[in-house]
């Protein structure tokens, strides 16, 4: 069982930047493809952005594309999403997902096996 946990959210002003970070727990982190979605109050959740196992591959939405940026670290069993020059509707929880080892990197939030509990982003106009 893959357990993963974010942190790095917080409140933020419009133009601003911001790290988060997924810590996952087990061995078959280095297998698995992750990514991270967001869900802001009275919509769905989302699609942000995906890596491959390696990171060769990534994929990203276009409302957050060129401004966010993710990245993983094998070594340490963690995924990161860079956020740079965030705007009032980034606001939202967002979540760390991991697919099953072995699998396809995805945009589908259907195609998720694990998540974390998410964490609040707030940006400030």
């Known amino acids: 069982q893959v357990q993963l946990v974010e942190s790095g959210g917080e409140l933020v002003q419009a133009g601003g930047s911001l790290r988060l970070s997924c810590a996952a727990s087990?061995?078959?982190?280095?297998?698995?493809?992750m990514g991270w979605f967001r869900q802001a109050p009275g919509k769905e959740r989302e699609f942000v952005a995906a890596?491959?196992?390696?990171?060769?591959?990534?994929y990203y939405a276009d409302s957050v594309k060129v401004r966010f940026t993710i990245s993983r670290d094998n070594a340490k069993n963690t995924v990161y999403l860079q956020m740079n020059d965030m705007k009032p509707e980034d606001t939202a929880v967002y979540y760390c997902?991991?697919?099953?080892?072995?699998?396809?990197?995805?945009?589908?939030?259907?195609?998720?096996?694990?998540w974390g509990q998410g964490t609040q982003v707030t940006v400030s106009s």
């Open positions: 997902a991991a697919r099953a080892p072995w699998s396809t990197t995805s945009r589908y939030r259907e195609r998720y096996d694990y």
């Open positions: 087990g061995r078959t982190f280095s297998s698995q493809p």
């Open positions: 890596i491959s196992q390696k990171g060769g591959i990534t």
